[in-house]
């Protein structure tokens, strides 16, 4: 579903990506981690067709570069980390806007949109805050809405850029829990970044860690999450338990003298 070739992209004058290489199967998972400044958040939004970048990338066959920002925006929807909110809009307007690429030009929404719309609500569980505003919702509600909104888009890649930093365990639970299972039933790829390494470990089929914009390492969360990558990468003391074949994170305290 997706192919990343050498993408390259300099930000400032400087390489923040560095000849990195990603795939993504139809259907899969994969969670880039890697510490801050990594280059993680660069390497989603080139994939999402808003940098430029060297290298090639293709999302199902197509290359990137060929198509229009309509057609991106079929095939690719993104959640940013922190997504700018039109002032005073409400959650359905909101959501609406995710049916901007598949609304004629200089056309209305209609009724298939509404529809689009209507079922996304209904499917995370946002029907009473429906005409609530945006900024009167707790974060992890408004999560769910930016989720929402990247649902109604109806593009078969979903890019999350950190999508649960803000969220208690719970929710973080329920909202990848509600990815996952929209993988399953709609096959649904998704691409993500992610700082909770327990989390990325047990959602992700793989992981691809990136380090000052180089890849790292690639392969299942039980290749990529071991102590020697997360002190070369990391600098962290942790050791790592597995449980049901999951990596288990457990920091290592340095005691004073
Ligand atoms: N517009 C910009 N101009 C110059 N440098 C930038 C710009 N945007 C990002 N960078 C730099 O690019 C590098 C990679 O940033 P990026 O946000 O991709 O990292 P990240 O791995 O997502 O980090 P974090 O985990 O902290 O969110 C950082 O060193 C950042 O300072």
Partial sequence: MLNADAVSVELGG??????????VAPGEWVTVIGPNGAGKSTLLRAVAGLLPYAGDITVAGRPLAAMR????ARR?????????VPPGMTVYDYVLLGRTPHVPP????????????????DTLDLGAFADRRLDTLSGGERQRVFLARALAQGAELLLLDEPTTALDI?????????VDR???EAGLTVLSTMHDLAIAGEYADRLVLLAAGRLAADGTPREVLT???????????????????????????????
């Fill in 227 to 257: 102590e020697a990558n997360l002190a070369e990468y990391y600098r962290a003391r942790v050791r790592v338990l597995h449980v049901d074949g999951i990596p288990v994170l457990v920091p290592v305290r340095r005691r004073p003298g």
């Fill in 69 to 72: 920002p309509r057609e991106r």
């Fill in 76 to 84: 690719v929807a993104m959640v940013h980390q922190q997504p700018v």
């Fill in 14 to 23: 400087r390489t923040v990506v560095d000849k990195v290489s990603v795939t």
């Fill in 106 to 121: 200089l056309g209305r929404e209609g009724a298939a949109d509404h529809a689009a719309v209507a079922e996304v609500v």
């Fill in 170 to 178: 719970g929710h973080q639970q329920e909202v990848l829990d509600l």
């Fill in 182 to 184: 929209l993988r399953a």
